[in-house]
């Protein structure tokens, strides 16, 4: 899937630039092209990194809709 690509293009530049909150995004859309791969496993890694890092952020915004999103497996 070509928007896995960009995904994992965008979360190398915001780990580079240190944006957490980005990271988390980036982590987040990963978990959702793995979840329509049906790649469910890889989908729940994704998922779980980007609500540890939101979490350690303090960063409340995107919870709901993470676990709201995710709940495969």
Known sequence: MKANYYFKE???LRL?????R???ICLN???????????YD??????RESLRLREG???QR???GIVMHREIG
Do not use: F, Q, R, S
């Open 10 to 12: 965008c979360l190398e």
């Open 16 to 20: 580079a630039e240190g944006n957490g």
């Open 22 to 24: 980005a990271v988390a």
């Open 29 to 39: 859309n990963l978990g959702i092209t793995a979840e329509y791969e049906k790649c």
């Open 42 to 47: 890889e989908a729940i890694h994704y998922y």
């Open 57 to 59: 952020l303090g960063d």
């Open 62 to 64: 995107g919870e709901p």
